[in-house]
């Protein structure tokens, strides 16, 4: 495949005062001008795929869960659940062993898109499922639902006072932990209005920053940004709603950030945004696509499975 660079051609930047806003001035204020790859950053190097802990400890489904779900975390709703049991049945008790195919009946359930369906009706003779009475009775299912918890009773009014996610926080922050070193970058529950938030600050742009807290500051520490942004964000020009002709691309640069409309097709365009590329590269196959949008295509694939392999289970989509 054969490379073009898109020369740069500067442009000197709008004053804010001007009455009419050109097509290069975003909303909010921001000057794009016509642009054309920064010298080379701290790009991740670690290949796509499991990480080289899963790879030597992943032996089947169930020791891919506990990957994530481990011991820590059941051991600690194990003691939760049978203290609420306690509060009413002196001698209720439940195994680790027990609590797993619980947890492994939801899934079931998930994967069977029975979100809408009645959960006992999955140990109907007649209709239900085979796998749920082989695997726990309907009645200890009950049980367990009934006395599921994640903390224990006692204590949680103190805990309120500081933390609105106590029901859960000590099993969520072993999720997130295991999560992190296996699986994804960061997580964090979203516990409405945010008094910390500036109120400068809109809650999208709070989300993101708080999530790449590990990476702040991407520039300074060589750390590079490729992703797609929508094209009626306030920081970009009217210009980048417009068509174009079929498979050509617009280079529009503000300060060291480098942003590219490809259209795809005849009503839609994608824009891509990028702090790695100064120069974009275009190919010379029929679809002409800039060197932004493969590269991107090419290291998304984390969104690419977890999509697909999410929307069954949880009945709505679930990103990365």
Same mark, same amino acid.
């Given at each position: 495949?054969g490379?073009?660079?898109?020369?740069m051609?500067?442009?000197?930047?709008?004053?804010?005062?001007?009455?009419?806003?050109?097509?290069?001035?975003a909303?909010?204020?921001?000057?794009?001008?016509l642009?054309?790859?920064?010298?080379?950053?701290?790009?991740?190097?670690?290949?796509?795929?499991?990480?080289?802990?899963?790879r030597?400890?992943?032996?089947?489904?169930l020791?891919?869960?506990?990957?994530?779900?481990?011991?820590v975390?059941?051991?600690e709703?194990?003691?939760?659940?049978?203290?609420e049991?306690?509060?009413? *049945?002196?001698?209720?008790? %439940?195994?680790?062993?027990e609590?797993k195919? =619980?947890? @492994? /009946? $939801?899934?079931?359930?998930?994967?069977?898109?029975?979100?809408?369906?009645?959960?006992?009706?999955?140990?109907s003779?007649?209709?239900?499922?085979?796998f749920?009475?082989a695997t726990?009775s309907?009645?200890?299912?009950?049980?367990?639902?009934?006395?599921l918890?994640?903390d224990?009773?006692?204590?949680?009014r103190?805990?309120?006072?500081?933390?609105?996610?106590?029901?859960?926080?000590?099993?969520?922050?072993?999720?997130?932990?295991?999560?992190?070193?296996?699986?994804?970058?960061?997580?964090?529950?979203?516990?409405?209005?945010?008094?910390s938030?500036?109120?400068?600050? *809109?809650l999208?742009?709070? %989300?993101?920053?708080r999530?790449?807290?590990? =990476?702040? @500051? /991407? $520039?300074a520490?060589?750390?590079?940004?490729?992703g797609?942004?929508?094209r009626?964000?306030?920081?970009?020009p009217?210009?980048v709603?417009?068509?174009?002709?079929?498979f050509?691309?617009?280079?529009?640069?503000?300060d060291?950030?480098?942003l590219?409309?490809?259209?795809?097709?005849?009503?839609r365009?994608?824009t891509?945004?990028?702090?790695q590329?100064?120069?974009?590269?275009?190919?010379?196959?029929?679809k002409?696509?800039?060197?932004?949008?493969?590269?991107?295509?090419?290291?998304?694939?984390?969104?690419?499975?977890?999509?697909?392999?999410g929307?069954?289970?949880?009945?709505?989509r679930?990103?990365?």
């Amino acid at each position: 495949m054969g490379l073009l660079y898109q020369p740069m051609q500067k442009c000197v930047p709008l004053s804010r005062h001007q009455p009419k806003r050109s097509g290069k001035m975003a909303q909010c204020g921001r000057s794009w001008s016509l642009a054309g790859r920064w010298q080379i950053q701290n790009i991740l190097t670690e290949s796509a795929g499991p990480t080289p802990h899963a790879r030597h400890n992943i032996t089947d489904k169930l020791t891919a869960f506990m990957c994530l779900c481990d011991n820590v975390m059941l051991e600690e709703i194990r003691d939760c659940t049978i203290a609420e049991a306690r509060r009413d *049945r002196a001698t209720w008790d %439940v195994s680790i062993m027990e609590l797993k195919a =619980f947890i @492994a /009946l $939801l899934y079931v359930r998930g994967a069977y898109c029975g979100k809408n369906i009645e959960m006992e009706s999955f140990w109907s003779e007649q209709w239900g499922n085979a796998f749920f009475n082989a695997t726990l009775s309907r009645n200890r299912f009950r049980e367990i639902m009934r006395y599921l918890r994640f903390d224990k009773k006692e204590t949680r009014r103190c805990r309120l006072t500081t933390d609105k996610f106590t029901h859960v926080r000590k099993v969520w922050d072993r999720f997130v932990e295991n999560s992190i070193a296996k699986y994804m970058l960061n997580g964090f529950p979203y516990l409405g209005k945010d008094a910390s938030r500036p109120a400068t600050q *809109r809650l999208g742009e709070n %989300v993101v920053l708080r999530l790449v807290e590990p =990476f702040v @500051a /991407l $520039l300074a520490q060589n750390t590079s940004l490729v992703g797609t942004i929508k094209r009626n964000k306030r920081e970009l020009p009217p210009s980048v709603q417009g068509r174009s002709e079929l498979f050509s691309t617009k280079v529009l640069k503000s300060d060291k950030m480098v942003l590219s409309v490809y259209q795809c097709k005849p009503r839609r365009n994608v824009t891509i945004l990028s702090t790695q590329h100064q120069h974009v590269a275009i190919s010379t196959e029929k679809k002409k696509k800039p060197e932004t949008v493969e590269y991107y295509n090419h290291s998304k694939v984390g969104v690419d499975v977890l999509e697909p392999n999410g929307s069954p289970i949880f009945g709505e989509r679930w990103h990365a």
